[in-house]
């Protein structure tokens, strides 16, 4: 029983029913909904909350859990000196958005058709007006329609999950990342206005939301000279 209550709260929040942030009803009027006893309820959000789905306030109840739990720290970029150094500010540059042909292998990675379009997203990151930080993301046209109508101003002031999450309804639960070294291109050399072929740190990431659906495939080619990329976990 419990189980299946699980499943009818995760419909319940995968349809919009109760969007990111919002607190779900009481264990009582969900017990009294379902016919079942609290034990029952308490089993089941128990596990939600322990799935990540859901997350509890004492005196407020249980909340659904999205990119807003982590608001403070959504940034993607976090640049130290070192250690315990206080964090440089990054400042985002918004280049262009424009619709492109399916990509065989980012397709793939985002579990989307063979022929289905995507959003091409460029940005640069900067430094005291040093970029640092030239990143791609690939979004599937079909999961977010009019992303290209949003302003230029809302990709760079606001972060791109809570965007995305503010107006479709998606959060971001996860993200996973593949890091290695790569010599730059020549349009990444150019955008970070350095040589052809020197060396990058390359950073892939994949973001999750609900059932562990991949949305987002992003590429940064990141400078770490003057101060490092940091990753807490």
């Not at 005196?59 to 659904?64: C, D, F, L, P, Y």
């Not at 262009?96 to 980012?106: F, W």
Request: net charge positive; charged share 25%; glycine share 6%.
């Amino acid at each position: 029983m419990h189980y299946q209550l699980q499943q009818e709260i995760r419909r319940g929040v995968e349809c919009g029913q109760w969007a990111p942030g919002s607190v779900i009803p009481p264990e009582r009027q969900l017990a009294n909904e379902y016919g079942v006893s609290l034990g029952t309820v308490r089993t089941a959000i128990l596990n939600l909350v322990s799935e990540g789905l859901l997350y509890r306030i004492q005196g407020k109840g249980t909340m659904v859990a999205g990119s807003k739990m982590i608001r403070e720290s959504i940034r993607y970029y976090h640049f130290v000196g070192d250690f315990g150094r206080k964090e440089a500010v990054p400042k985002l540059k918004y280049l262009d958005l424009t619709v492109v042909e399916a990509i065989p292998e980012i397709n793939r990675r985002l579990k989307r058709g063979q022929a289905e379009k995507l959003y091409r997203l460029r940005r640069l990151v900067a430094l005291s007006v040093k970029p640092v930080v030239y990143s791609c993301s690939y979004l599937p046209c079909r999961l977010f329609p009019g992303l290209d109508e949003f302003p230029r101003s809302r990709f760079e002031k606001v972060p791109l999950y809570l965007a995305l999450e503010d107006q479709f309804g998606l959060p971001t639960l996860s993200n996973s990342d593949l890091i290695s070294v790569a010599s730059a291109d020549a349009e990444t050399a150019g955008l970070l206005k350095i040589e052809e072929n020197s060396p990058v740190l390359n950073v892939e990431m994949l973001a999750f939301t609900y059932r562990n659906r991949p949305y987002e495939y992003r590429i940064s080619h990141c400078l770490t000279g003057d101060r490092k990329l940091l990753r807490n976990y």
